[in-house]
């Protein structure tokens, strides 16, 4: 906490000053101001160019995903993140996925949509068809902004325009298709979407406000499947649970809300073990969800005429290997090699098989022993060391906190006192 957040200069300094001053200004300890300053698997400097006003790093745990096998192929898979129990859970998924053959997933490609909004056209409808007329010229000053993608394959392939109605009246907006090949995509687009403004406005005679990439990403979609065995999940009333629980996520925004977020688990965690954007990730997931108006569930659950469950995923996955964290952050690079995956698409579609795994897990609980369970015991570690507990303790106090069925922090701050007494009197 501090009294005055106007720290004049503070971006023109070094790691080291600001830390000072923040040490100053908050009343850190030098223990706490070491813990902030400990940038772990990123180097400072690296970290230092990253973002800006830096003062040191954060480090999640890094889990590796076991027995997923995707599209034939077994993968390791790098998950970062602070929730108890959805390695675990997401391992087990993909262990049960196996047993018929593990996940099946395809893409729509690497394709990202630039927008460009033009107001004050005087004739919006006229100024759609002139835009659409000069669609080759437009196209070829985006493409000249980015030669390397375009000797890769990619670049801005298409280009359509719409007129919406807005509170500010009519408005134009030209959409750039952008094959964005191995990149996420984002500055790539916008460097085009900026660069073909000044040619909109002289063909549409308006005036160009916005030009951005749209994070609804939907002409880069993944689609994962998988059948998983009603024997090898535990019977038929599971696999009748699993599909009970879609319908209600089907039918129900409050409910749906938490079915997504456990697909985020585990698409979010691979996202930032392999340094991708992954606010880019949540909107484009939500959005799509939200595309028909009601918002829905990312996943599909049925049964099938053996009795099987079969699940299906259809997202949007704007990942890129080139460009942003994914490049510059060591860990990153070193959690893609773990992952052994070759192209943007392929991270994608691992990203769609862990989604899928994830949200099996998650409706798999809920529907037979419930959540809390699995989730707790994993809990109550961090309960543990939270109330002081370190080394052999936390494992001492997590499984007598477990016991007594009393997964809370008073008891276990108790707990904690009454042990580290009783070692230090022995
Ligand atoms: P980038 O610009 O760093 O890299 C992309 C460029 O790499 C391409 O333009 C191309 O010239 C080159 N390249 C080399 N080899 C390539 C290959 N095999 N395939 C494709 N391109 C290749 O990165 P980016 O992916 O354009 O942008 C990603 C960054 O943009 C992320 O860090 C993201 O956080 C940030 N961003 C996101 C948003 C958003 O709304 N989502 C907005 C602005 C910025």
Not at 55 to 70: E, Q, W
Not at 301 to 317: A, C, H, I, Q, T
Not at 322 to 346: M, S
């Amino acid at each position: 906490m501090t009294d005055n957040s106007e720290l004049q200069g503070f971006y023109k300094l070094s790691m080291e000053e600001r830390r000072e001053i923040l040490k100053k200004a908050t009343s850190l300890t030098d223990e706490e101001v070491g813990t902030i300053a400990n940038t772990g698997g990123l180097p400072a400097e690296v970290a230092d160019h990253m973002i800006e006003n830096v003062v040191g790093g954060y480090t999640y745990p890094l889990g590796v995903a076991t027995n997923f096998r995707i599209n034939g192929k077994d993968y390791l898979v790098p998950m970062a993140l602070e929730e108890p129990s959805v390695v675990a859970a997401a391992s087990n998924a993909a262990k049960m996925a196996r047993v018929k053959g593990g996940f099946t997933v395809t893409n729509t490609g690497p394709v990202m949509i630039g927008q460009i909004q033009v107001v004050n056209v005087p004739n919006p409808e006229a100024a759609r068809g002139k835009l659409v007329a000069k669609k080759a010229e437009i196209l070829k000053k985006a493409n000249d902004q980015d030669p390397m993608l375009v000797s890769l394959g990619g670049g801005a392939k298409d280009m359509n325009v719409k007129v919406l109605s807005s509170l500010k009246g009519p408005m134009v907006i030209a959409e750039l298709i952008v094959n964005t090949g191995d990149a996420m995509g984002a500055n790539a687009v916008n460097t085009m979407a900026e660069a073909v403004a000044p040619l909109v406005e002289e063909i549409t005679g308006g005036r160009v406000f916005l030009r951005i990439i749209s994070n609804l990403a939907d002409r880069r979609l993944v689609r994962a499947s998988a059948i998983f065995d009603k024997e090898a999940i535990g019977g038929e009333e599971v696999v009748d649970g699993v599909v009970y629980a879609y319908a209600f996520a089907d039918a129900d925004p409050y409910r749906c809300a938490t079915h997504n977020k456990g697909i985020m688990n585990g698409v979010i965690a691979v996202g930032i073990a392999c340094g991708q954007d992954i606010r880019a990730l949540e909107a484009g997931a939500h959005s799509y969800a939200a595309r028909t108006g009601t918002y829905k569930p990312l996943t599909i659950w049925e049964k099938n005429k053996d009795g099987d469950l079969v699940g299906k995923l259809e997202m949007p996955m704007a990942v890129g290997l080139v460009g942003g964290a994914a490049k510059t952050h060591p860990a990153a690079r070193a959690d893609i090699k773990v992952l052994g995956v070759k192209t943007a698409i392929e991270l994608a579609e691992v990203m769609g098989a862990v989604g899928l795994a994830q949200n099996f897990a998650a409706l798999r609980a809920l529907a037979s022993e419930g959540i809390q369970r699995g989730h707790m015991k994993l809990h109550a570690h961090n309960v543990a060391s939270s109330a002081g507990a370190t080394g052999e303790l936390i494992d001492i106090v997590a499984a007598k906190l477990i016991e007594e069925k009393k997964i809370r922090f008073d008891r276990a701050k108790e707990l904690v006192a009454e042990l580290s007494k009783k070692g230090n009197s022995e």
